[in-house]
C-alpha cells in the first residue's frame, strides 16, 4: 500500500554504500521511519530530500514490516542553518526532541507546525535563539502529556499572590505561604509559562520577556523537560558547550 504526506526529516542513519533510513515527521501519521533505496547517490532525486531538516513530500511503500520511500521531492531545505553551528545544533535538539515526544501512527499537526515555525524564526533570526528553546520545550511537554501545572499552588490549591516557586521536579508552582521546594520566579515568567503552554497556535509567539527573566525561565524549562521525559540529548549537550565557549 502507497501513501503519501508532507514531513520534516528529523534524522537519518547510513545504511551500506548507498541507502538510508530517515525518522520523518508528518501531520497524519507522526513519526514514520523508511527505508530509502539509492538515496546518498548523487543523481538520486531522493538525495536531498532525506536529509536532516529538509521538509519533503513523501510517497512511502507501507511493506508488512516496515516502510519504503518510493518518491521524495524537497519543498524547504532549512540548509541555511548549516551555516552557524550554533543555529545548526538547536534545530538539530529540536528534531531530537520531536523524535522523543511525538506519537507514531497518530495524527501530529501540532507537533509538525510547531518544529517548522520555530525552524523557520531560528533560520531567519525572528526570534532569539533562547525564546525559541523555551517555547518548543514547554510546548513540546504540553503536547505530549507533561505540561507543567502552573494554574494553581500545588498544596492549597489558591491563585499565588506576591512570590511565586516553580518546582522543576515535580513541574508545579506552590505560593509562599505553602511553599516546600522550588525557585523563586516573577509573575512575568509565571504568565509566559501559562501562555506558551496553553495560547492558540496562532498566537504562541505573541508574548515577551526581559532579557534575565527569559534566561531564567528558559533554564527552568530545560530542567524541568530533562526531569520529565528521562532523555538524553545529545545536540542539547553540544549546544550548551557551545554556549559555554
Known amino acids: 500500500m ?17 541507502d538510508r533510513i530517515i525518522t520523518v515527521l508528518t501531520k497524519e501519521y507522526g513519526i514514520v521511519r523508511a527505508f530509502s533505496n539509492g538515496a546518498k547517490k548523487l543523481r538520486s532525486p531522493k ?5 536532516p531538516l529538509c521538509y519533503s513530500h513523501f510517497t512511502f511503500f507501507q511493506g508488512r514490516d516496515s516502510n519504503t520511500v ?3 521531492q524537497s519543498i524547504e531545505t532549512f540548509f541555511r542553518l548549516r551555516d552557524d553551528i550554533e543555529k545548526l545544533s538547536l534545530a538539530q535538539y529540536f528534531c531530537e526532541l520531536a523524535v522523543e515526544l511525538a506519537p507514531e501512527n497518530e495524527w501530529a499537526d501540532d507537533y509538525l507546525k510547531l518544529v517548522l515555525n520555530c525552524l523557520y524564526m531560528l533560520v531567519n533570526e525572528k526570534r532569539q535563539q533562547i525564546f525559541l528553546k523555551l517555547v518548543i520545550e514547554l510546548r513540546m511537554l504540553t503536547l505530549s502529556g507533561y505540561m507543567p501545572a502552573l494554574g494553581e499552588c500545588a498544596v492549597c ?3 499565588p499572590e506576591g512570590d511565586v516557586f516553580f518546582d522543576v521536579h515535580n513541574s508545579c508552582i506552590y ?3 505553602c511553599r516546600p521546594a522550588g525557585e523563586r520566579i516573577t509573575r512575568g515568567i509565571l504568565n509566559a509559562m501559562r501562555h506558551i503552554c496553553t495560547a492558540p497556535a496562532e498566537k504562541l509567539f505573541s508574548f515577551e520577556l526581559a532579557p534575565e527573566s527569559l534566561k531564567k525561565a528558559a533554564s527552568l524549562s530545560e530542567r524541568c523537560l530533562l526531569n520529565q521525559t528521562h532523555a538524553n540529548y545529545r545536540a542539547l549537550d553540544f ?3 557551545l554556549l559555554r565557549e
Not at 502507497?2 to 548507498?18: I, N, P, R, W, Y
Not at 538525495?47 to 536529509?51: N, S
Open 2 to 18: 502507497k501513501f503519501s504526506t508532507d514531513g520534516l526529516v528529523l534524522k537519518s542513519a547510513d545504511v551500506g554504500e548507498s
Open 47 to 51: 538525495q536531498g530530500a532525506t536529509q
Open 157 to 159: 490549591g489558591g491563585e
Open 239 to 241: 549546544y550548551n558547550k
Open 175 to 177: 505560593c509562599a505561604g
Open 70 to 72: 518510493a518518491d521524495a
